[in-house]
Structure formats: structure tokens, C-alpha cells
């Protein structure tokens, strides 16, 4: 039994879904681990991880929409420092979660056919954001 | 230390709970791993995993109203190529989860007395759906 | 490879986030396990986990409110035997969590400079709280 730890960047292009699938899985593959525990920690607290169907892209157009009606901008905050974006994200966060902890088998994550991984980002400009993978098996 | 993984199949009657912690508790008491941690992920994008209260089922009344509200069938949506309940379930299953990872001990997970583990179906058909089951320990 | 488990326990004042980083880090030096995994387990079906900006107390107030509009008190409930809080703290729960998985480097959890852990309590009075800390390493 043995783990690995790793770093995963993601440049974002502002509020909106960016898939992570690949690079997990590739990094995964090169740990050399077959069965096991994945986990996955976005490092941050307003942006958040979440598992979608990796197909249609209109998917995520709903998703954002339907988000923006859920926790909206416009409504009254007292914590407004970095603009109106800034609470709305913290909630985001806390309804969507920063943490996967995902079975291994066969050398790859046990996702679901129409699964894939998503850094979800809650801020309007593009960030640089860190995403912690850890491993844990043989 | 080792590990043991597991596919566990459920069949839903359509929108609701049902409670899954019996088969949990069985299977991990087969794999004789008394300390360690159990996690489960659940591998659809249209039904999620959630602990409540296991013994009141106006809770789970309850739950099911509150959810169409918040996401509700009505609202527009770009992506309603499976029908009306499509886009609310994906939603649902971002607000709640298909991930639980649970400590173990004394060859139990360490529920609290009130908790009991679910599968949430979010659509309106009945659904053959697949968790996966994890441990690690000894 | 070695494991530790233990009760944290955490008097709340009713409804609100409780800090628990520390307490959490304390235990975890303890153990001696450097690297590994960090799992929280939050016991209960009205009070869950969270993880927000640990610095400003604006935030606090901010996610208080709006969580008093996503799943408001005076909604019409049929489970209301302990008041009109008890059906709110259950919904509240599944949208939160009641678990975080976090990987450790270095003898601490890999939380961003921002995050810090929150026990978030959705009942009026106060409780006292259990959460089962476990780690996995070496």
C-alpha cells in the first residue's frame, strides 16, 4: 500500500465550468496505483469541484443559469469587498462542495460513463486555481 | 492493511429515497475490515447520495417537496432532451452529492444513531442505479 | 501505513458556523501521520461541514441570511414535532454535507490560506456536536 500526492493548476476563464477529467486521469496513470482511493481538494473558497455529464454543453449553460437565479448577484450583501461577485461565490461554494473522494479500479477513477470531473469557478475574472489529488493504494 | 471494492445495484421507483444502509453495513461486514474508511460514490449524474434522519418518513415528504421547489420542472431549460425532469435531476445531483466517505469502526460506519444513508433518484422513472463501494483498513 | 481515529466534540450557540481548524490540526499533529488522508464525519442531521473564508465575520452573517431564505422556517412543513427549525436543519444539512475528505502534507490538511473547517449548526439552540476525525498515512 502506498500514496502520492500532487498539484493540479487550472487556469480559469471566469464563472463556468472547466473539465479536469483528463489531467486526474493522467496523473493517476502515473502514480503507477491500480486499486485505491482517489480524493480530490479544490484549495479555495470560491471556486468548488462537481461531478456532470460530460457530453452536451448545454448542460453547463442551464447549470450557469440556473445558478446565477440560485444564489444571485444582485442580492443585498454585507460582505462586498472584492464586488458583487465575491459572496455569491462563497455560497456557490458551499452548496456545490470542494471535496471528491472517488473509488480506483483498473488503474482509472470509477466513474460513470456520462461522469466527468468539473472545477467549478464561481468568480467573473479568470483565476489560477489549485486542485490537491491524493492516492491512496497498491 | 488492505482494501476491498464492490458494486452495489439499486432499483428505484422513480423520484425519492431510498435507504441503502443496510447493504452497506452487510457488505463491509463480509469484507471483515473492522477500522478504516468507507466511501462511496454513487456513478450517475441524475441520482445522488445523501444521509437523513432514518426514521420519520414525513422527512422524506418533506424533502421531495422542497426540492421541486428549489429546482424546479418548470422552469426553462436549454437541455430537456430526456423530458422535463432532465435538467432539474442533474441539478439536484450538484446540490447534493454522490460522494460519502465514512470512518469505520468496530466493523461499522460511524453513523450517527439518527442517520441513515440514501440514494436520491431525481427522475421520474424508475432507475436500475450502481454505487460503488470502497474500504480501506484492517 | 498506519491509521487513528477519534470524537471531536463541539458545543455549539445555536444556530451558525463554529471553527474547528484548530482543534482538527491539534489532533492531527498528534497522531504523528505526515502524509495521508483526513476524513471528518459530522454525526448529526441538523448541523453539517463546511469550508469558508476563515478571516472576515461579515462572511458568517452573510451565509446566515441566506441560508434563512434558501430553506426558510415559515415554509409549511409536515414534520415539525421539534419546531419550525428541526425540517429546515434537515434540508440544510444535504445541501451542505455532513463530510470532508482533505489530503495531508507535511502533518497538516492541504487547506488553502483562506479555508478554514466550520461545524455548521442549523438548530436554534444549542448542542453539543460530535464529529469522528480519521486519518490514514504515514
Redesign the interface.
Known sequence: ???A?HHLTIETRGKGLTEITRPVRLWLQETGIT???L?L?C???SASL????NA?P??R???AA?FED??PEH?Q???D?EGPDD?PA??R???????????V?HGAP??????GIYLFEHRRQPHRR?V???V???
Do not use: K
Open positions: 500500500m502506498r500514496q500526492l486499486t485505491g482511493l480524493t481538494w484549495t479555495h473558497t462537481t461531478v456532470q455529464e452536451d448545454t448542460v449553460r442551464d447549470i440556473f440560485l444564489v442580492r450583501y454585507i460582505h469587498d459572496m462563497h455560497l461554494t458551499m452548496l456545490t462542495g470542494v471535496n471528491l473522494s472517488i473509488p479500479a470509477t466513474l460513470g460513463v456520462w461522469q489549485t490537491v489529488l491524493h491512496l493504494g497498491d
